[in-house]
């Protein structure tokens, strides 16, 4: 079962090298979206709590632009169904999953290390609480948009269907980030900040479980 | 010999309110050639993704046995070989690699010297290296078979397999099933009366008109 | 037709007992309402605000019921109870933050000001929106139903975090929260026996008015339906 979302993961990966399309539409996408708040921003010294919110902005709507695409693409060129031929629901599903998850990864890295040599006023001082929150909301992140990127794939992908899809979903998990990124750059410790980081964790294994229970009925078609 | 065996109970599909099929029943355990025919809209294609469990019917159950064991729906897949019209490979590797990744999904080791028979027998091997973008409409037709066999499945699933193919084509396909038939459980859904010429017995499916 | 006069008589009588009876600081008579400090004049909200927010949750979790029981038997007609009882939802959650909007302006002074109840029904708005939006965009109604069902099943699923996070984000105003020091679980004691008779009056008929609509609603929308594919003659 691993070793086959693995060999999923790996054809995506691939795939990913000689289209570029995901990572080309993200990198652009960070930049663009990052240079907006710089130019609204100007020369106004803005505070630490709109940082926070202003990262995870940043973080939503990068990652609407992009972490579509695994399910998308097959959709369009008609490869579900070879994929469906070759593989469990769940391998499929596990695939997928995993190959949003390092993109997550790598583009949250790349917002944060902008962030930080971008403004001023995001200073991390609880560097193990940003960690932890980090890691989580990303797992969380990656979980949600996934399972709604295979929904819109089968809805016939129209493009503003994504975020308005994910929204709501990833609602409770954002508002707990940005409480937890406010914490880490204010300083809060690990002890004070132990309720929001176990929302994150079940909200992480709730929508994990949930998703994997539904997956059959969406890949069926 | 294989004792591989297909078992459909009254199954029944619907799409939404409009009813496909009501009531299909059949029975294989022996190898052959079984076709199933119909006018377009009849749900031939719907028939075969439900008998290779890539649709689930609305009512009814599909038991596939290998040697008196049940087969579990997680497992189905790799006991098949699917060909049809909508079956696209991916068009930004070359045949060997999509035969590589596709095998590696299935958790199956891939077996070189298998595809370089097949992909010879087939008349692609020169061209196993070229993007399958690239490729002509027949010869992705004829990728698909070997995609199909690959991995030595049980049951062979040919929905319209001579579609897109000319005369050498056809003729290669029709050695394949005649070679596969042998030891194989063999399903063709097609209209065309030189296909369903090798089948042994024919479900004819009608256009239903009923709905509910 | 014996039960819709009933209703009527019903909505009737809460309406007018709601709006007509008096607050007074000792209520003495049958008809009169106790005086709630913080709230006064404005606890009459509670006989046509909370009835709407109560239906707006229940056509919610009816709307993921028949999701569930429509992914298990795929049955249009479970898809179509299930969408019926979301756009009784939706009604009823627009009337519901309408409602709290207009009360808030006058209790603590602005429209909207993200108390953790305002944000949590913000959500509900947004994930019926949503619903409504997957479903227009999607052609074939099978499709359409199972990507609807597992999409409202998703949803729900999100909604407890809402009750667990809110608190802690923001500072609640509204009447019966933890931090409201102003009028307490009015609910619980401050309410004499009358308005509490009131208030459960106007409940249970607005739930059955609720359960009429979507009685009508499901129906209209299965013969709709069948009307679009001549299975039935108008």
Known sequence: MISKAFAVFNKDFHSELRTRYAINSLAMFVIVAISVIMFAVGQEKISEGLTGGLFWV?????AMSGLARTFVSEEERGTSLTLQLVASPSAVFSGKLLFNIILVFCMNTVIALLYAALFESFVIKNYSLFFF?????????????????????????KGTLYPV?????????????VQLTLFSLDGTSIEDAKFELAIVVSYDVIMLTVSYMLFDFIWKD | ???????????????????????????????????????????KS???????????????????KNSEKEIIPEKLHNHIGFVSPYLVLYEEFSAWENLNYLSKIRGITFDKDYAKELLERFLLYNRRNDLVKTYSSGMKQRIKFIFALIHHPELLIFDEPTSNLDDEGRELVYNIINDKSKENILIIASNDKSDLDLCTEVLDLKVSNKDF | MIWKIILFLLISFVSIAGIAFPIVKNPQAWYE??????????????????????????????????SFKYLKNKNMDDDAKAYAAAQLGMVF????????????????????SWDPRQTSIFALLLIYGALFALRSSIESEEKRATLSSVYSMIAFVTVPFFIFIMPRIMKGLHPGSADDTGAG???????????????????????????WMWQVSYKSVIYRDKLNKNLIRG
């Open chain 1, 58 to 62: 940043v973080i939503f709507f990068t």
């Open chain 1, 133 to 157: 929150s980090f890691v989580l909301g990303n797992i969380g992140l990656a979980i949600s948009s996934t399972i709604i990127a295979a929904i819109i794939s089968k809805a016939g992908a």
């Open chain 1, 165 to 177: 899809l994910s929204f709501p979903i990833l609602l409770p998990l954002i508002l707990t980030s």
């Open chain 2, 1 to 43: 010999m294989s004792t591989y065996s297909v078992e459909a109970i009254k199954i029944n599909k619907t799409f939404g309110r409009r009813l496909v099929f009501n009531d299909i029943n059949f029975r294989l355990d022996n190898p052959g050639i079984f076709g199933i025919s119909g006018p377009n809209g009849s749900g």
């Open chain 2, 46 to 64: 719907t028939l075969v993704k439900i008998i290779a469990g890539l649709l689930s019917s609305t009512k009814g159950k599909i038991t596939h």
């Open chain 3, 33 to 66: 309402f106790p005086n709630i400090p913080g709230l006064e004049e404005n606890a009459k909200i509670i006989f046509f605000h909370v009835p709407t927010a109560w239906l707006t949750l229940i056509a919610f979790l009816m709307s993921t019921v028949f």
């Open chain 3, 93 to 112: 959650c627009i009337l519901a933050t309408v409602t709290g909007a207009v009360w808030a302006k006058f209790a603590w002074g602005a429209f909207w």
């Open chain 3, 185 to 211: 679980p009015i609910v619980n004691f401050q309410m004499n026996s009358s308005m509490l008779f009131i208030f459960v009056l106007s409940l249970i008929g607005f739930t059955i008015l609720y359960y």
